[in-house]
C-alpha cells in the first residue's frame, strides 16, 4: 500500500503564481523528502525535512512538516514554465527497514507560461 | 561524471524471454534500488540491496530476480513469470538508510 499520497494529481497554474502540493502518509517516520521527475525521466530529489523539523526553505521551494497529523506540503513561488513536472513525495518508516523509502502516486504541476 | 547509468533506454521483451536491465553506479554507494513504474503512478520497490551479495524483496518482487556481485552494479532480470512486465524501470542508489536517493534515466520496457 502507499505509504504517501499527494494532493491534488493535477495543477494546472498561470506562470508567476504559486503552487502548494500536500501529502499524507501513515506511519511514523524519521524524514519526509521531495522529489521532482520531468516526463519519461528520472526523479531528481528536491528536498528533505527531518522528523524534528517543522519548515525548510530551498530557493524557491517550502517544505512544511506536521508530523501531529501525519502531513507535509510543498510550496513552489513564483512558478516557471520549466516547473512543469511531476512531483513526489517519500517517505521511510521509523518502525521499519531504514532504506526503504515509499513514494505517493504524484502531483502532476503544470506551468502555462 | 559520478552518476548512476541504466542501459538501455528502450527494451522489448517477447513472449517468453527473460531480459536483463542493468544499473551501474560510481557514486560509491552502498545501497541501490530498483522501481517499478506504470503511467500515471508512483514508484513501486521491487529489489533492494542495502550491501554487496545482499538483497531483499520489495513490494512487487514476483516475476523479478537481481544480483549483486559488485558494489557498482544491480541489475534487474525481468522473467517470463512476469505477465504484465511493459512499465518504466527505475534505478536508484543511496549512501546511507532514509537519506536521498539517486535516480537513473530509467529504461522502458515494451512487450512484442
Known amino acids: 500500500s502507499q505509504q504517501g499520497e499527494e494532493d491534488p494529481q493535477a495543477l494546472s497554474i498561470q506562470e508567476g503564481e504559486n503552487a502548494t502540493m500536500n501529502c499524507s502518509y501513515k506511519?511514523?517516520?524519521?524524514?519526509l523528502q521531495w522529489y521532482r521527475q520531468n516526463s519519461g525521466r528520472g526523479l531528481v530529489h528536491l528536498i528533505l525535512?527531518?522528523?524534528?523539523?517543522r519548515e525548510k526553505h530551498s530557493g524557491r521551494l517550502r517544505v512544511t512538516l506536521d508530523t501531529s497529523k501525519k502531513s507535509s506540503s510543498l510550496l513552489i513561488t513564483a512558478s516557471r514554465a520549466a516547473d512543469t513536472a511531476s512531483y513526489f513525495c517519500?517517505?521511510?518508516?521509523?518502525?521499519?527497514?531504514?532504506?526503504?523509502?515509499?513514494f505517493g502516486k504524484g502531483t502532476l504541476l503544470t506551468v502555462n507560461p | 561524471d559520478g552518476g548512476i547509468t541504466q542501459s538501455p533506454k528502450y527494451l522489448f521483451r517477447k513472449e517468453g524471454q527473460n531480459v536483463t536491465l542493468s544499473c551501474e553506479q560510481n557514486?560509491?554507494?552502498?545501497?541501490m534500488y530498483w522501481y517499478r513504474q506504470d503511467p500515471g503512478q508512483g514508484l513501486r520497490l521491487i529489489y533492494y540491496?542495502?550491501?554487496?551479495?545482499?538483497?531483499q524483496k520489495g513490494d512487487i518482487a514476483e516475476g523479478y530476480s537481481v544480483s549483486r556481485e559488485k558494489k557498482e552494479s544491480f541489475p534487474l532480470t525481468v522473467t517470463s513469470a512476469q505477465k504484465n512486465p511493459t512499465a518504466f524501470y527505475l534505478c536508484?542508489?543511496?549512501?546511507?538508510?532514509?537519506?536521498?536517493?539517486?535516480f537513473g534515466p530509467g529504461t522502458r520496457l515494451l512487450v512484442l
Open positions: 517519500a517517505t521511510d518508516d521509523s518502525g521499519g527497514s531504514n532504506y526503504k523509502l515509499t
Open positions: 506511519t511514523s517516520i524519521n524524514n
Open positions: 536508484a542508489s543511496t549512501r546511507s538508510p532514509s537519506g536521498t536517493q539517486y
Open positions: 540491496s542495502q550491501i554487496v551479495n545482499d538483497f
Open positions: 557514486l560509491n554507494h552502498d545501497a
Open positions: 525535512i527531518r522528523s524534528n523539523e
